[in-house]
């Protein structure tokens, strides 16, 4: 049978297990998994706030993982095709909260939603964070 890829697309700040179940899980329905890392540019003008990690470092983040094979920079949500056909990707998977986003890459290859782990994510864990650790100010 030819070699299955496997590609999807990721910020990764403050990695946790929500990450880490998608990528895995991502990584079953093929044989390789490639990973464009949303660079901090990206991130910034889509959500408004710079990720804490530097690009540089999540992609170290997310090349340590046993079920990753490669990781890359993605500097443009505009340039996803064009990451699909570079890299020869068989199947795009992302999670369910961009249901719908990138049906328009059918065309060119298999695309996959799958479920979100509930409960997590990286905007809560940084609530969390600043609320157990409040900042000096408001202490006075
Ligand atoms: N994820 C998940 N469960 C969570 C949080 C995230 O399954 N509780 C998944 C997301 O659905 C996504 C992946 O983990 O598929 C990475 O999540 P983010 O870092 O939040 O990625 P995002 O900023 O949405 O970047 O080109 C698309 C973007 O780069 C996606």
Redesign the pocket.
């Known amino acids: 049978m030819p070699m299955k890829t496997i590609i ?6 403050l990695l ?1 297990i ?2 880490v ?3 895995q899980r991502a990584a079953k329905l093929g044989d390789k998994l490639i990973v ?1 890392v ?1 660079c901090s540019d ?2 910034l003008s ?2 408004g706030r710079a990720p804490v990690y530097t690009t540089q470092d999540r992609m170290d983040i997310i090349s340590a993982l046993a079920c990753v094979d490669e990781v890359f920079v ?1 500097k443009s ?1 505009e340039l ?1 095709g064009d990451y699909i056909k570079q890299f020869g990707a068989d199947v795009l ?6 249901e719908g986003r990138f049906d328009q890459f059918k065309d060119i290859c298999e695309v996959v939603y ?9 905007t809560e864990l940084i609530e969390e964070i600043a609320d157990i650790n409040p900042t000096p100010e408001s202490h006075t």
């Open positions: 999807t697309f990721g910020t990764y700040d946790h929500g990450h179940r998608l990528l464009g949303s990206l991130n889509k959500k993605e949500l996803k998977v992302m999670g369910d909260d961009w799958l479920p979100r782990t509930q409960g997590i994510s990286t």
